[in-house]
């Protein structure tokens, strides 16, 4: 982080940093009034980088967070209760959102993404990497962690026809928000620049390469992360990006880059995949017997939909191959 970028956050209002009334009703009067709110902007290996209200700190957790599970520990974006003597985390306050995923590896930890989010951007480029099915299991992910998912599809730039894209995307999910830019030009970014007003947040979650840490850059107007070309043998990035960082705009809004990622498995997304097709399961309780497959059955009303063009056939695959997990 530059030292511009430290001068900025630390300079904030806790309003501009993403406080409000969530977070203030859970402080009480009493003994945690001397501790003051602080956001994390990064996480290091056993300490944290903290922003609040006219200053920034480094501290470092001390062991009793690490007895308890990963998602009880501070993670970006959370915000925790600060006792400035000891420079101590005191508590971790209860998230309004909470982005998380199954790691990839044997051990398929839940991996924490990123706290507190209002909005995420599922970051896709429109060449090898664009792929319907990962934009549709990043949705999955988004609407179980109750997060607002923007659809941003990057190097418009670089295709004949980018529209075709974004129909792809409004295929999946109607009144999905796509917006088509070439990441590298602010003149683009207009409709991106809407989610990112004083005080949201927003995280960046994609492939290696798609051009996240270049949008970061571009809606900074300074470069700040660093970018590198993707290999050209067979177009993917070259996890560029290694640690998860919390940038201030200067607009206002506040973003998360992420590392790129490998695979993206969900964790309980199961609520998530509920919201994400309840129009077919809407059909699905319309179909003559309780336990359609909907394969072939008779008076199978999601059949009859997508014989009828109202639905489309590849997100009952989609449907399935997620129940299937
Ligand atoms: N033509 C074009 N190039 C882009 C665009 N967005 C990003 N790039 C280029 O794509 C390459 C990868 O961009 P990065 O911003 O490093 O990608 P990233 O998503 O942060 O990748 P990781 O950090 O590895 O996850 C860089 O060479 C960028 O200049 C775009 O919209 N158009
Ligand atoms: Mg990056
Ligand atoms: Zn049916």
């Known amino acids: 982080m530059s030292e511009r970028e430290r001068r900025?956050?630390?300079?904030?209002?806790?309003?501009?940093l993403g406080w409000g009334p969530f977070f203030q009703a859970q402080i009480t009067a009493g003994p945690l009034a001397e501790l003051i709110p602080a956001r994390v902007i990064a996480v290091q290996r056993s300490g944290l980088a903290l922003v609040f209200e006219g200053g920034r700190v480094d501290v470092t957790l001390s062991g009793r967070w690490f007895q308890r599970p990963p998602e009880q520990r501070p993670t970006i974006g959370d915000w925790v209760l600060l006792n400035r003597q000891r420079n101590s985390v005191e508590r971790l306050l209860e998230r309004r959102s909470l982005l998380k995923r199954v790691a990839s590896g044997k051990t398929r930890?839940?991996?924490?993404?990123?706290?507190?989010?209002d909005t995420m951007f599922l970051v896709s480029s429109c060449n090898e990497d664009f792929n319907p099915g990962r934009i549709e299991r990043y949705l999955t992910l988004a609407l179980e962690a109750g997060v607002e998912p923007v659809v941003v599809l990057t190097k418009s730039d670089q295709v004949a026809d980018p529209d075709a894209y974004a129909d792809a995307v409004r295929a999946l999910k109607p009144d999905l928000e796509v917006e088509v830019v070439d990441a590298r030009e602010l003149a683009t970014l207009a409709g991106v620049k809407a989610w990112c007003g004083e005080g949201q947040t927003v995280a960046l979650l994609g492939s290696s390469g798609v051009g996240k840490s270049t949008l970061v850059n571009t809606l900074s107007g300074a470069q700040i992360q660093l970018t590198q070309d993707i290999r050209e043998d067979d177009g993917k990035g070259r996890h560029t990006t290694t640690h998860r960082s919390l940038h201030l705009l200067p607009q206002g809004g506040l973003v998360v880059d992420n590392p790129g990622m490998r695979e993206l498995s969900l964790t309980e997304a199961d609520d998530g995949v509920q919201a994400l097709f309840a129009d077919i399961d809407d059909l699905g309780n319309r179909c003559r017997f309780r336990n359609c497959q909907h394969l072939r059955e008779p008076g199978c009303a999601v059949q009859a939909a997508i014989a009828g063009g109202e639905l489309d056939p590849r997100r009952l695959d989609s449907y399935r191959k997620l129940q299937q997990r």
């Open 8 to 16: 900025g956050l630390s300079q904030c209002s806790l309003r501009q």
């Open 109 to 117: 930890d839940v991996q924490l993404l990123a706290a507190n989010v």
